[in-house]
T-cell receptor
Framework: GNSVTQMEGPVTLSEEAFLTINCTYTATGYPSLFWYVQYPGEGLQLLLKATKADDKGSNKGFEATYRKETTSFHLEKGSVQVSDSAVYFC?????????????FGTGTRLQVTL | DGGITQSPKYLFRKEGQNVTLSCEQN?????MYWYRQDPGQGLRLIYY???????QKGDIAEGYSVSREKKESFPLTVTSAQKNPTAFYLCATRDATGRRTDTQYFGPGTRLTVL
């Protein structure tokens, strides 16, 4: 079946540090890949996405590249801020018919300190 | 103001009671989804609906029921048969018309606590 594996958290960084959150996937077919962010007590917000191999998604200084050869979609940011503290979810979607169901990783909590 | 509304934000219920969680959207999206989130876990799909008057079970449908009588609304009922209902419930929508997209957009969630 389809699955997403994320690095376990929490990840604690100082402000302006470099961030990497690893994400690998298993899927039958060619999925779309997503990163969502969840702030405390809120729903999920789409952070970025990529729909085919070698695509790079980017938003708010975050980037992730769809690597088919390593089945990965690692999230990176060059300089994190305290306001980036949140839980980050990697997810994939396969367009089986028109359902487009999402499969999520377990989430990685990021804490950024001054 | 376009968006997805979930109400209430916090909900308490006694064991043995059914409770209905509301999800309303004015994005004109065809597809709607319900997910459950437990601490330290990813989201798990409960039910989804691609068009009005049609819905399918997700991975953890037991103890839940839904209806889709209007495009804008997709209420979720947590029945007394759900063994462990305390969780954070999230509704999502997707625009399934025209140029197909697989991006889902999420509401703010309802936290259900069974006392």
């Amino acid at each position: 079946g389809n699955s997403v594996t994320q690095m376990e958290g929490p990840v604690t960084l100082s402000e302006e540090a470099f961030l990497t959150i690893n994400c690998t996937y298993t899927a039958t077919g060619y999925p779309s890949l997503f990163w969502y962010v969840q702030y405390p007590g809120e729903g999920l917000q789409l952070l970025l996405k990529a729909t085919k191999a070698d695509d790079k998604g980017s938003n708010k200084g975050f980037e992730a590249t769809y690597r088919k050869e390593t089945t990965s979609f690692h999230l990176e940011k060059g300089s994190v801020q305290v306001s980036d503290s949140a839980v980050y979810f990697c997810a994939l979607s396969l367009n089986t018919g028109t359902a487009s169901k999402l499969t999520f990783g377990t989430g990685t909590r990021l804490q950024v300190t001054l | 103001d376009g968006g997805i509304t979930q109400s209430p934000k916090y909900l308490f219920r006694k064991e043995g009671q059914n409770v209905t969680l509301s999800c309303e959207q004015n994005l004109n999206h065809d597809a709607m989804y319900w997910y459950r989130q437990d601490p330290g876990q990813g989201l798990r799909l409960i039910y989804y609906s691609q068009i009005v008057n049609d819905f399918q079970k997700g991975d953890i449908a037991e103890g839940y029921s839904v209806s889709r009588e209007k495009k804008e609304s997709f209420p979720l009922t947590v029945t007394s048969a759900q063994k462990n209902p305390t969780a954070f419930y999230l509704c999502a929508t997707r625009d399934a018309t025209g140029r197909r997209t697989d991006t889902q957009y999420f509401g703010p969630g309802t936290r259900l606590t069974v006392l």
